[in-house]
């Protein structure tokens, strides 16, 4: 169902008034007139992107949403058109037009790229999961595909990528089967867990330039400090293996996926994460931020008794997520996946019950109490507490 639009009257009006320095960063410089999210980040030396769908940005009937995309944000990531079953459908042919587009969108509009994804266990094509299955492809083969697949890929892409996720989402969670966390899917089954350090190899000998990641989801804060049931810290202790064993791992991607109904994390909590990630000489990024609500029936209806709770709840952890980044300086880009509920994974993937209203824009284009919170934090922060990024250079 189509929600109805709504927007809480009495939005702030905000003003750049704040007096900060100016990073040199990629891209236009920082405009005190502009108050778009990406102009307003420039002053913290930090991107804000977003995730692009390439159906919506080429829909001449919804002319708005490339408006949006170009106007408001500096990095962008491809939902879908960089995954495997999309780059390489049949086996050894590549359809690079989608991607390459997005790129070329990016380039127009003084944007960088993060690029999504080169290792994941879902979204596989099927000659690759089907071979595998029916014996065709063996262990020795499939680790030669992988490698390939990630040469190609980012030998394609050289010079145009900021950020890779090189592996994404490769830890089980707590109430997976065994409960005890674990490297999970296709790729930790059929080649052991020593495919993430090929992979980020691999990556790196392809491009030297770009940032390698790993990303996954649940990591924003630390929980008992248990690895066997706290799955930041089985991250955190990851990276520091990978990280002792020369690994070039340049940063850690936690995706932010979050929702109203859970309790989630207050910003000390979220800084505490980043600052022990960036203890390893790791550069962090928040990689697909959305905070979803459960759609009840009294949502549904348009009673704002059930409605205004979730808006707040859902600009509050937008908030958090972003004053933590501001906070860490390792802390280089914030990305929200997709910007508005017209165009959001969200209602299609969470049915049973049905959620939504994941996003900073609703259906109809007009900001949530969630881009004014960004907006307020971005315009508001400065010295001593919110200070410029520190880069990160590529490791070798």
């Known amino acids: ?22 990073p040199a960063t990629a891209g236009r410089p ?19 992107g977003t995730a692009v769908d390439l159906a919506a940005l080429n829909d001449p009937a ?27 459908p049949t086996r050894g042919t590549y359809n690079w037009g989608p991607a390459d587009e997005l790129v070329t969108f990016a380039r127009q509009h003084d944007q960088r790229v993060r ?18 299955a029916d014996g065709s492809i063996s262990t020795a083969e499939l680790r030669d595909i992988l490698r390939r697949h990630i040469t190609n890929v980012v030998t394609h892409f050289k010079g145009r990528i900021w950020q890779w996720d090189v592996v994404n989402e490769a ?15 296709f790729w930790a089954e059929h080649l052991g867990p020593g495919y993430i350090a090929d992979a980020f190899r691999w990556a790196r000998a392809a491009d030297p330039h770009a940032l390698l990641f790993y990303n996954d989801y649940n990591i924003e804060a630390f929980g008992s400090r248990d690895p066997a049931n706290d799955k930041t810290q089985f991250v955190y202790d990851m990276a520091k293996q990978l990280r002792a064993k020369g690994v070039p791992i340049d940063g850690i991607g936690s995706q932010g ?12 909590q979220v800084v505490e994460a980043l600052r022990k990630f960036a203890g390893l000489g790791l550069a962090t990024a928040f990689t697909e931020v959305d905070v979803r609500s459960q759609l009840t029936e009294g949502v549904q209806a348009g009673n704002e008794a059930e409605i205004n709770p979730r808006l707040q709840a859902a600009a509050a952890n937008f908030d958090v997520l ?6 860490e300086r390792h802390c280089l880009s914030f990305t929200v996946w997709g910007f508005t509920d017209k165009h959001s994974w969200v209602p299609g993937w969470f049915t049973d019950p ?5 996003t900073i824009y609703d259906e109809n284009y007009q900001p949530k109490r969630a881009y004014q919170a960004l907006k307020a934090d971005l315009i508001y922060s400065g010295p001593p507490y919110v200070l410029p990024r520190i880069p990160q250079r590529p490791r070798r």
Not at 115 to 132: R, S, Y
């Open 1 to 22: 169902m189509k929600l109805r639009r709504w927007i809480a009257a009495g939005a702030v009006a905000v003003a750049t008034a704040a007096v900060l320095t100016s």
């Open 30 to 48: 920082y405009d005190p007139t502009d108050q778009s999210l990406r102009n307003l980040a420039l002053r913290h030396g930090l991107a804000v």
């Open 62 to 88: 919804d002319p708005r949403y490339r408006e949006l995309a170009a106007s408001e944000f500096s990095t962008v990531t491809a939902e879908n058109a960089m995954k495997w079953e999309s780059l390489e």
């Open 115 to 132: 690029g999504h994804v080169l290792v994941w266990h879902n979204q596989l094509p099927a000659w690759l999961t089907n071979g595998v």
């Open 171 to 185: 830890v089980s969670d707590p109430w997976d089967t065994p409960s005890t966390l674990h490297y999970k899917g």
């Open 257 to 268: 996926h979050l929702g109203t109904q859970y309790g989630n994390f207050d910003t000390f």
């Open 322 to 327: 972003l004053q933590a980044c501001l906070a």
């Open 354 to 358: 049905p959620e939504g209203m994941a």
